[in-house]
């Protein structure tokens, strides 16, 4: 079964860092375009980061120069990687992508579980 499951979420203060991993299992033949969003206690999910099949990167204009999203085809894997952590980018953070399975000819969205931030001030 085709699945996005998501790691590195923890507590960290203020000013710290977190990277997050977003691992595709499964039969995958390839990942397309993939994000990173997240939702915090009583408002919308929002996209953080995103990233092309090419790598291209688009990021939300409140992480933009602290947090970098890259990819490794190789391994199937998304990173979002955190630096100057604020007490504001605590939320669950999840992963969504679009991925093609092998034996198929489309891609389809997918949701990993989430994994949760928390920084301290």
């Known amino acids: 079964q085709v699945q996005l499951v998501e790691s590195g979420g923890g507590l960290v203060q203020a000013g710290g860092s977190l990277r997050l991993s977003c691992a595709a299992s499964?039969?995958?033949?390839?990942?397309?375009?993939m994000g990173w969003y997240r939702q915090a206690p009583g408002k919308q999910r929002e996209l953080v980061a995103g990233i092309t099949s090419g790598g291209s990167t688009n990021y939300a204009d409140s992480v933009k120069g602290r947090f970098t999203i890259s990819r490794d085809n190789a391994k199937n894997t998304v990173y979002l990687q955190m630096n100057s952590l604020k007490p504001e980018n605590t939320a669950v953070y999840y992963c969504?992508?679009?991925?093609?399975?092998?034996?198929?000819?489309?891609?389809?969205?997918?949701w990993g579980q989430g994994t949760q931030v928390t920084v301290s001030s």
């Open positions: 499964g039969s995958i033949f390839s990942m397309n375009s």
């Open positions: 969504n992508g679009d991925l093609r399975a092998i034996g198929t000819l489309v891609y389809r969205n997918y």
